[in-house]
């Protein structure tokens, strides 16, 4: 099950009232999120405290019940969009040998449409096999359905339940072929509670843009797919890499395993207020570091 908010009661309600006095004046639920820090050298720090996180919903501070490094397993969505150029394999491959033991995986690969290599493991030699279907494959010019792909892994993840999902977007631009409009997507993705990861290689010389044969429709749909990738990660605890040099690739791919193995899990009480928080704010009190964090605040 994936952290969900839970209603203070009983005993609970008691322990966090005496660390916490005047906490629990008000009705008052727990609340979850995943975050990663890291310094001004993009390196994860690992040492931080609770008492070292701020917490805040709408501008107004919470209080912070815990603070410890992730321990749950991930559930993991990559989705490959590449061109069938494969850059993206030799990355995967060291991806999946830092998130052996602590993941189930799930590939997909978006050659117009989306389409499944394979569904959640643990399995690497699935992986394995699964990866190398990332190879040198049939080129799409035409782009494809990168929407339908985030769209789809959110909605799997919430059905799933998974307590500690992550979807990975590896994208090489183009056109999106879905119609799907980004303010659905983020939903999805919000309610799912996964975080995205974003890693877009810019080089027209991998996907060359096509002239467009309907102007306004193709403009509105790299419009959604551009707010999704863009704004997906920041509202959701991710990061969007861009990356020219495609000697870094491999090594950009493994960072965004790195980032989520480095996790905290935050939990704080949130006061129960007529309207639902929107706007969520994890920092700390150390100098230097950076949280990344998601910036909706969870449902519930």
Same mark, same amino acid.
């Given at each position: 099950?994936?952290?969900?908010? !839970? ?11 005496? &660390?916490?006095?005047?906490? /629990?004046?008000?009705?008052?639920? =727990? ?6 820090? =890291? ?10 405290? &609770?008492? $070292?996180?701020?917490? @805040?919903e ?7 019940i815990?603070?410890? #490094? ?8 990559? /989705? ?25 995986? &799930?590939?997909? =690969? ?6 499944? !290599? ?6 690497? @030699? ?31 993840? @919430?059905?799933?339940?998974?307590? #500690? ?9 183009? $056109?999106?072929?879905? *119609?799907l409009? *980004?303010?659905? =997507?983020? $939903?999805?993705?919000?309610? *799912? ?7 877009? !290689?810019?080089?027209?010389?991998? #996907? ?18 551009? #707010?999704?990738l ?11 890499? $861009? ?9 950009e791919?493994?960072q ?17 207020t ?27």
């Amino acid at each position: 099950m994936r952290p969900r908010p !839970v209603i203070v009661l009983g005993g609970l309600a008691a322990a966090i009232c005496t &660390a916490i006095p005047g906490l /629990l004046a008000q009705s008052s639920s =727990v609340q979850s999120v995943f975050a990663t820090a =890291v310094d001004t050298h993009q390196a994860p720090i690992i040492d931080l405290r &609770a008492a $070292e996180f701020v917490v @805040k919903e709408d501008g107004k501070e919470c209080a912070v019940i815990s603070a410890e #490094r992730a321990t749950q397993e991930m559930h993991v969505a990559i /989705l490959v969009d590449d061109n069938g150029t494969g850059i993206f394999h030799f990355g995967l491959n060291g991806l999946g040998e830092l998130l052996q033991g602590r993941a189930q995986i &799930a590939l997909s =690969v978006i050659t117009n449409q989306v389409q499944k !290599v394979f569904d959640y493991t643990t399995d690497a @030699k699935t992986w394995v096999t699964g990866f190398a279907r990332t190879g040198v494959r049939p080129s799409t010019p035409e782009g494809g359905q990168l929407l339908e792909g985030v769209f789809a892994s959110a909605k799997a993840l @919430k059905r799933r339940e998974a307590r #500690r999902p992550v979807i990975i977007a590896l994208t090489v631009g183009g $056109e999106e072929q879905s *119609s799907l409009p *980004s303010r659905q =997507v983020l $939903e999805a993705l919000h309610e *799912s509670r996964a975080s995205l990861h974003v890693l877009f !290689v810019n080089s027209p010389a991998v #996907r060359p843009v096509r002239p467009a044969g309907q102007p306004a429709e193709l403009l509105d749909n790299n419009f959604n797919l551009g #707010r999704v990738l863009g704004d997906g990660p920041k509202e959701s605890g991710g990061r969007n890499r $861009e990356v020219l040099a495609m000697k870094a690739l491999p090594v950009e791919v493994q960072q965004i395993a790195r980032d989520v193995l480095s996790q905290y899990l935050v939990t704080y009480t949130r006061t129960q207020t007529r309207n639902a928080p929107q706007r969520l704010r994890v920092s700390v009190r150390r100098p230097g570091v950076t949280i990344i964090a998601p910036t909706r605040a969870p449902i519930g």
